[in-house]
């Protein structure tokens, strides 16, 4: 039984910052898997972290850098950038029309 | 091939020594794996795409091997996971959002085998995304367990565990993030490699979860496992999380005598939830390694429990992120495509990512992620390797978790930890359980393979030959 | 009294000319190339491909931020900023977010006798990678990847401009101090160097314009702090030349006065400058808060910087612009016009840095007038009255010549006086009638008599006395 439930408009929105749709039923049966989910990570409370240092890497590597060189070797024929797709036109992607007047 | 036999027709050891001896050309024996393809595939679904220039591959490598090439992998085939990108050859992830996907690119680790002189069989169906612990989340059908046709074969590299444990390939590559090259390689009753984070290269391999994703593969015994890591690993200028460390040759360096080596089982996992049988074989497993001389004492990894829910926050958190390139505009279809699984985790990472949530559950789960890399630290103190079982359960029924993912996700509990701990762990199968395949694991430090791989090949080489019978 | 103070901070982007780009080996020097020709697996945003970072662009910044006088954070890290859209291949920008290269700099607006007008704080400076370029045609949208990658550096300033006469004069010198760095061509009009302006309105009481009052601060969600900010801002895009930006402020500043005057807040937005009718013009898509959901970049290790390394940033660096322009005026007491012309431009300083060394070694210095000599050689640059496409020697001895006093024959100038004077009766009236302008006219007579070869000074008090 999830102690935390997620509104139905909280899955809206989560869908909408992650560019998903939904239909209703799936926004539905999300609410109740999500919270679940949500309800178990959320045992990670229980552990006292003050003073632990986040580990977002596992390597414990710094400073992996390269050279500022030009190396042709992975570059891709503008025919291999666009192979992918049909719909290209001189050499560009075509999306849909973007309503701005700049960039 | 019916029963499991250690040094089998599918090993590198044997296969290699026949080409080498020119008693068979790769040309026989890849056209030997397509029949196989051919004959089980429709039953099994391991494979999305079978290479149509597989034969053509394999003759170039005959050629080069009359001129006196001295490739390591030359003519061998070789399955790979539709998560590794191939030039001219599809890629899909398992999902409809890839269908179509032909990379203009090789991943590095695919080079490498190239270079070493392997011909690709084809590519193996994966959970979507590698999203998944059974091969029942994959768009293009599911995976059946070769040993038990209505059984999963444990995923998410489902495909390249069925297809080495069924003999239609030797050797199948994989990824593993929680467990996905280890779980259905104990499902499987086949040898699954995860090495250490970084000891592979990661590009060109469709990221799930970038700090967890370690590139590994799938053989039929613990000398190919070895044999394969010391092709594919690398210190790559394209991956900047492969460091520092120089690859040995880890299939030369099998057969030390292992009397004295400490071994650690992990006390957290030794409890309620572990199949009995199970738990029997593992204890025989212990006994084996004892009589080799190892002496076994109980570590503990006390943060351990919590390995799980950190991993579900952590994992799908990236995942959320490296799928935001999947947008339809350069390639591949658009979003509305993606899986219920997908879009699951998707949704689940952006939440812990988002604002307001992010110190509760992401940031909170990275110390969380400090506490058990700190565990395995210490623990390793104190031994120099640990062992435990693969899975805690045997291959479950397909269909069986489907509606519970909570539940699903609860089969990683014995694999998932060395994810986030970046340490390389080796499954090897042990003796059958309720007569399906169950794996023991080998965990080490990281970058060292060589104690993992050289205490699995002695435990593999007394425990003998397993007696279980394939369904197909 | 005027109740409204404008309060303008500055986002400014600086695309920096390394040779590749920012996290894959491509080249970076995309302007004007064919399509999606300048792309790999990287760049593109193709699943699987990793990013690795170019120490070149790290040291740059590092540069500029030491320049501007920042903090430099020993320890850094690249993080994911996440939104979609199609010019963006990753769903991400990879970028800084909390822990950027650079934090808390200044830099001085200065009036023409070096005293300080104005500083400006600066809040940070990071780096990261530009996107694709959106093209829109027919009712259609175009994506070209070419752009995407190349190293971008993301300057900050504190809402301390009060002005678009401030902003104009600090764009162009930090163009300037870009040039000086050399890792940028900061070109506003070719995209090189960009400019988001925030303009709000503060209201004051009477004669308390600088002075926040205690009573009125309050704490400000727009600007983050305990403040008398007001609580909203107005960002401003597509500004591309120091002109516009000039034209974008001042037009939002009385929009947004005349808002407040009737009584109303300007709405927080995005607006976009109009070149064509010199106005701001609100963004026709809606606008919602962005929840870029940073979290650190997994791919790229953290970057440690030690000491020893920022120091010998800080010691490489040229002298800057304000540093020359103080010295071209303390020590070659140049006019401050003089100076700052020649400061922004390299070629014209840099010739004169060397003809000058050359004056002092090469020549014997009591050949040429030496007063103010500097203040001539510069004259005689920046007005172009000697070719400085020519070798050091060729320059050095025509301004030798054109400065030295000329050898005049007393004897022939008295007689060509004597001839000029005859020969331009005119004149020589208009002279002695209170025009003194038409010397002038009589001393050219007498150097075109005397075929140049005579000292013009010389002439010209020889005529006054001749017609005295």
Redesign the interface.
């Known amino acids: 039984m999830a102690t935390k439930q997620l509104t139905l408009e909280e899955v809206i929105h989560l869908a909408r910052l992650a560019h998903l749709t939904l239909t209703d039923k799936e926004i539905e049966t999300y609410q109740t898997q999500l919270s679940s989910i949500i309800d178990y990570i959320g045992k990670l409370n229980e552990l006292n972290t003050d003073n632990v240092d986040p580990a977002n890497q596992v390597t414990g590597l710094s400073n992996i850098l390269r050279d500022d060189e030009i190396n042709p070797e992975r570059a891709l024929s503008q025919d291999e950038v666009l192979s992918n797709k049909n719909d290209t036109k001189q050499g560009k992607f075509e999306v849909d029309a973007i309503l701005q007047n700049n960039e | 091939m019916q029963y499991y036999k250690i040094m089998n027709s599918n090993s590198l050891k044997v296969i290699l020594e026949k080409l080498e001896k020119r008693e068979i050309t790769s040309v026989e024996i890849t056209k030997q794996y397509l029949d196989e393809i051919k004959k089980k595939d429709s039953q099994i679904n391991a494979f999305i795409t079978v290479n149509d220039k597989a034969l053509n591959e394999a003759k170039l490598a005959d050629d080069k091997r009359q001129r006196g090439d001295k490739g390591v992998l030359l003519g061998v085939p070789i399955a790979l996971k539709d998560v590794y990108s191939t030039r001219g050859l599809k890629t899909t992830a398992g999902s409809r959002v890839l269908e179509n996907y032909i990379p203009p690119y090789d991943a590095t680790a695919v080079k490498k085998l190239k270079q070493a002189g392997a011909v690709i069989l084809g590519k193996t169906n994966l959970d979507a995304w590698a999203h998944g612990s059974s091969g029942e989340n994959s768009d293009f059908g599911v995976t059946h367990n070769p040993y038990d046709l209505k059984s999963t074969p444990g995923g998410s590299s489902s495909g390249s565990a069925a297809a080495v444990a069924s003999g239609m390939a030797p050797v199948a590559a994989g990824t593993d993030t929680g467990g996905s090259i280890r779980l259905p390689a104990s499902f499987c009753n086949v040898v699954g490699l995860k090495p250490t984070y970084g000891r592979v290269s990661r590009y060109g391999i469709i990221a799930m979860g970038s700090s967890f994703d370690s590139i590994g593969h799938i053989t039929q015994d613990v000398f190919s496992s070895a044999l394969v890591l010391s092709v594919t690993g690398e210190i790559d200028p394209n991956d900047g999380t492969t460091g520092k460390v120089a690859v040995t040759q880890y299939h030369k360096l099998l057969g030390k005598p292992i009397n004295g080596v400490k071994l650690g089982i992990i006390k957290e996992f030794m409890k309620e939830g572990l199949d009995s049988e199970i738990k029997k074989n593992f204890g025989k497993a212990c006994k084996t390694l004892e009589d080799l001389g190892c002496e076994i004492v109980e570590i503990s990894l006390p943060h351990v429990d919590y390995a799980t829910s950190t991993y579900y926050i952590l994992v799908p958190a990236e995942v959320s992120s490296n799928l935001g390139r999947m947008d339809g505009v350069r390639f591949g279809n658009s979003r509305d495509h993606f899986s219920a699984e997908a879009k699951r985790r998707v949704m689940i990472g952006t939440y812990t990512l988002s604002s307001g949530y992010y110190d509760a559950y992401y940031n909170k789960a990275l110390k969380v992620r400090r506490l058990i890399i700190n565990d395995f630290n210490n623990a390793f103190k104190s031994v120099d390797a640990i062992i435990a079982p693969t899975s805690p359960t045997p291959p479950f029924k397909l269909g069986e978790k489907l509606n519970e993912p909570l539940s699903m996700y609860l089969s990683d509990i014995y694999v998932c930890p060395m994810n986030l701990a970046g340490v390389p762990a080796l499954s090897v199968p042990m003796e059958p359980a309720h007569n399906l395949p169950c794996g023991i694991q080998f965990v080490g430090r990281q970058f060292d393979e060589n104690t993992i791989f050289n205490i699995a090949h002695a435990y593999e080489q007394a425990r003998g030959d397993i007696n279980l019978k394939l369904k197909i | 009294m005027n109740n409204y103070q404008p309060v303008i901070g500055l986002e400014i982007h600086v695309e920096l000319s390394?040779?590749?780009k920012m996290f894959?080996?491509?080249?970076a020097d995309w302007f004007g190339k064919?399509?999606?020709?300048?792309?790999?697996?990287?760049c593109?945003?193709?699943?699987?491909?990793?990013?690795?970072?170019?120490?070149?662009?790290?040291e740059w910044v590092v540069k500029l931020g030491l320049a501007m006088r920042c903090g430099i954070n020993m320890v850094s890290k690249f993080d994911?900023k996440?939104y979609?859209y199609?010019?963006l291949?990753?769903?991400?920008q990879i970028s800084q977010y909390d822990v950027p290269f650079c934090h808390g700099g200044s830099y001085d607006l200065l009036d023409n006798k070096l005293e300080k007008l104005k500083t400006i704080n600066i809040k940070r400076i990071h780096m990261e990678e530009d996107t694709g370029?959106?093209?829109?045609k027919n009712?259609?949208?175009?994506?070209?990847?070419n752009r995407c990658g190349v190293p971008l550096v993301e300057i900050v300033t504190e809402p301390d401009f009060e002005n678009s006469t401030q902003v104009k004069q600090f764009l162009e010198e930090l163009h300037t101090l870009v040039l000086y760095l050399n890792i940028s061509d900061a070109n506003m009009e070719e995209g090189s160097m960009r400019l988001e302006p925030n303009i709000s309105i503060r209201k004051v009481q009477g004669s308390t314009l600088h002075v926040p009052s205690k009573k009125n601060i309050t704490l400000n969600a727009v600007h983050g702090m305990w403040s008398d900010l007001p609580n909203y801002k107005v960002e401003v895009?597509?500004i591309n030349s120091f002109k516009f930006a000039v034209q974008a402020i001042d037009y939002e500043i009385e929009r947004q006065i005349e808002i407040l005057k009737r009584g109303d807040i300007p709405p927080q937005e995005t607006r976009?400058f109009?070149p064509n009718i010199h106005r701001t013009?609100s963004?026709?898509?809606k606008e919602e808060a962005h929840?870029y959901?940073?979290?650190?970049e997994?791919?790229?290790?953290?970057?440690?910087l030690e000491n020893s390394y920022v120091e010998g940033v800080k010691a490489d660096l040229p002298e800057l612009p304000q540093q020359k322009l103080r010295r071209y005026i303390k020590t070659y007491k140049l006019r401050y016009q003089d100076a700052t012309i020649l400061i922004s431009d390299s070629k014209l300083f840099n010739f004169f840095e060397q003809v000058s060394g050359h004056l002092i070694t090469g020549h014997k210095t009591e050949e040429l007038k030496d007063e103010n000599m500097y203040s001539m050689v510069a004259n005689l640059i920046i007005n172009k009255k000697i070719s400085i496409d020519q070798p050091i020697d060729s320059f050095v001895a025509e301004a030798v010549k054109k400065l030295k006093p000329v050898e005049t024959d007393e004897e022939e100038l008295v007689r060509a006086i004597d001839w000029v004077i005859n020969e331009n009766a005119n004149a020589v009236l208009n002279y002695k009638q209170g025009n003194i302008n038409s010397i002038m006219f009589l001393v050219g007579q007498v150097m075109q008599k005397m075929k140049g070869k005579a000292d013009a000074q010389l002439v010209r008090s020889k005529l006054e006395e001749a017609l005295s």
Do not use: M, W
């Open positions: 390394t040779v590749s894959c080996s491509c080249p064919e399509p999606n020709t300048l792309t790999c697996p990287v593109l945003g193709l699943p699987g491909a990793l990013p690795v970072a170019n120490r070149q662009a790290i994911r996440h979609f199609p010019d291949p990753k769903g991400f370029k959106l093209i829109h009712g259609k949208s175009y994506v070209d990847f895009k597509n976009g109009d013009v963004q026709r898509t929840d959901r940073y979290f650190p997994p791919d790229i290790p953290p970057i440690t």
